[in-house]
């Protein structure tokens, strides 16, 4: 079973999916942590929700759930009712479903093809 799996450099203990497309690796980010996982759950659940409502309602740190939420939002998977910069607003957050079930889908095919 050789040419889907290659060696990356330097770092023996990981390699790199060959041919994962864009998107589908985009969904593999996603849910390869257990805060993201969690944020991501608890927003399908409760859409519209502040950072202390997803610590309280994930149990995750407060650190934790901000950088789950910045790499969510990076990968599209998360939107925000606030534009950078934010600090001193109130912003709520809600999974963007649509991009979430097509990127996975598109994950899952990869995975069966």
Excluded: C, K
Excluded at 17 to 39: E, N
Excluded at 59 to 65: D, H
Excluded at 88 to 103: F, I, M, P
């Amino acid at each position: 079973m050789t040419g889907w799996l290659v060696q990356n450099v330097g770092m023996p203990a990981r390699v790199d999916l060959v041919d994962l497309p864009p998107r589908a690796a985009a969904a593999r980010d996603a849910i390869a942590g257990h805060a993201r996982v969690a944020v991501l759950r608890f927003l399908l659940d409760h859409p519209d929700s502040t950072r202390p409502a997803i610590v309280a309602g994930t149990g995750i740190s407060s650190g934790g759930v901000r950088s789950a939420l910045a790499e969510l939002e990076q990968l599209g998977f998360v939107d925000a009712d606030a534009a950078q910069p934010r600090r001193g607003h109130r912003v709520r957050y809600a999974a963007n479903r649509r991009a979430l079930t097509d990127d996975l889908t598109a994950f899952v095919a990869w995975m069966l093809h």
